[in-house]
C-alpha cells in the first residue's frame, strides 16, 4: 500500500468509537478496507469525554469524604491536586489504551493523515490520492467556541484543554450546564475549586421534564452557584475574567466553554464530494442509513450531531458500516439495517440525571400516564441521605405499555438502565410489577412508580 494512488473497497475516516466499529464490522466481511486518522488516536470519548469527567467526578467525590471526615486537615489543596493528577494520569491511561487497541486492531490498515474529498470516490491524504467504492465519515466532533469568547485567549478552556491543566486555578467560571458542564461544575467544586456556572436556558443536563428540572436545579444549587435563563458577557479584568449576568457579577480565573460540539468537517472539503451541506455548515444526512442524498459516502458518531453518545456512536459506526457494504452490492435496503436502540442518557452528577425513551415534551399527555416516586418515602434513599430522589415514569394509557422516564437519583445510572432495556422490550406497568423487588433497595423507587402509574390508569 506505498503506491502513490492506491483503490479499496471502503475506506473509514476517523479513528474515534463510531470509526472503529464501522472498520472492523467491513473487516469481518472480508471486503478491503483502510482507516484514516488525523490524530490523536484514542476516541473522544476517552481523551476529553465521558471518561475524563467520570475520573473528575470521582476525585471530587473523594475529597468530598475527606473534607468530611478531616476538615481540618492543614494540606487539603495538596490531596486536591494530587486527586487531580491522578484524574488527569487516569484519563492518560485510559487514551493510550484506546490508541494501542486501534494501532493492534488495524495494523497496516491505519493511515495517520488529513483527508480531504477530491471528489465522491477519491480522498488524498497528505498527497497520497485514495479511492473508494464507498466512505465513512467518522471524524468527531470539536467544542464549540464563540467568537465573543475568543477575545479571553490563554485564559480560556474548552472541554479539550481542561484535562491539559496540571494544577486547577482557584476560582472558574462555566459557560453551559448541560451534561458536561454541570457534571465538571459539580466535580470541581466538590474539588474546592469556586465556581460560577451560567446558561441562558432555565433547564439543565439537558432536562425537559419540568418536575425533575425543578428537583435537580434546588438540590445542585446547595453545591454550585448556577445562573440560569440570561445571557453572560465576558471581559478581561486584568488578571481575571468578569462574568456579568444582570446585576451578577463574579471574578474569575478562567472561564471554560461547555457550549456542545460541532461536527469536524470544515477541512474535509465535502463539497468536492457533492455532498449537500445545511445552513449551520454540517452535512445533509438521510436519517435512517445516515447516507448523504444518493452519493456513496455515510456519516456515523459524533460528525452526526443528534445523538452525540458513545453507544450511539457503535450505533452509527455498524449502521453506516452495513450500508456502506450493501452500497458495494448496488442497493440499500433500509430495512435490513440495524435499528436504533431505546435513547438513554446519564448525566453522573450523583445524584445522577437520567433520561429514557420518549422524552417528556414528546409525550402524547393524551394518552400517557405519569408515575411518581420521591426519595423521601424510599427506605434506601433516605438511609443514604436521598430523600431528593425523583423518579418520573410514563406509559401508555391504554395499553400500560412504559415509553420513557425522567428522573435524579442516587444510582440513579442502574435504573436507568433497567428501564431502558423495560421500555425496548415494550414491558407493560403491570409485568413490571410482577417482577421482584428487594428490600431496602433504591430499585423500590420504580415500583412505587409503577403502582402510581397503573393506579392513575386503572382509574380513568
Known sequence: ????HTHVDIVVIGAGTAGLTAFNEI????????????????????????????AALHAGHQANVLRHLAPDLPSQREVTDGLWRHARATRDKLAEGAAQRTRKGAGDCL??????????????????????????????????????????????????????????????????????????????????????SADVQESIAGIRDPEVNTR??????????????????TALEGDAVRMTCGANYADVDVLLAALGRKPNVGNLDLPSAGVQIDERGNPVIQERNLQSGSLPIFFAGDVVPARPLMHEAADEGLIAARAALQCLEGQIDADALPGRRIFISIV?????????????????????????AQGSGNGRSRILGAEDNLVRIYADRDSGVLTGASLVASHGEHLAHLLAWAVQRKETLQ?????????????????SALKDAETLRSAQ
Open 348 to 372: 453522573f452528577s450523583d445524584p445522577d440525571v437520567c433520561a429514557v425513551g420518549t422524552p417528556y415534551d414528546k409525550l402524547d399527555m393524551a394518552r400517557t400516564v405519569i408515575g411518581t
Open 111 to 196: 493511515i495517520m493523515g488529513h483527508a480531504r474529498f477530491v471528489n465522491p470516490t477519491t480522498i488524498d491524504v497528505d498527497g497520497r490520492l485514495i479511492s473508494a467504492s464507498a466512505f465513512i465519515v467518522a471524524t468527531g466532533s470539536h467544542p464549540v467556541v464563540p467568537d465573543a469568547l475568543k477575545k479571553l485567549e490563554s485564559r480560556l478552556l474548552t472541554t479539550d484543554t481542561l484535562f491539559e491543566l496540571e494544577t486547577l486555578p482557584r476560582r472558574i467560571g462555566i459557560l453551559g450546564l448541560g451534561a458536561i458542564g454541570l457534571e465538571m461544575g459539580l466535580a470541581l467544586t466538590r474539588l474546592g475549586v469556586e465556581v460560577v
Open 431 to 447: 409485568g413490571l410489577l410482577d417482577m421482584p423487588f428487594y428490600h431496602p433497595s433504591v430499585e423500590e423507587m420504580l415500583q
Open 1 to 4: 500500500m506505498n503506491s502513490s
Open 216 to 233: 435537580a436545579k434546588e438540590h445542585f444549587a446547595g453545591e454550585l452557584k448556577m445562573w440560569l435563563g440570561a445571557p453572560v458577557d
Open 27 to 54: 473487516k469481518r466481511s472480508g471486503r478491503s478496507v483502510l482507516l484514516v486518522d488525523r490524530g490523536p488516536l484514542g476516541t473522544t470519548c476517552a481523551r476529553v469525554g465521558c471518561m475524563p469527567s467520570k
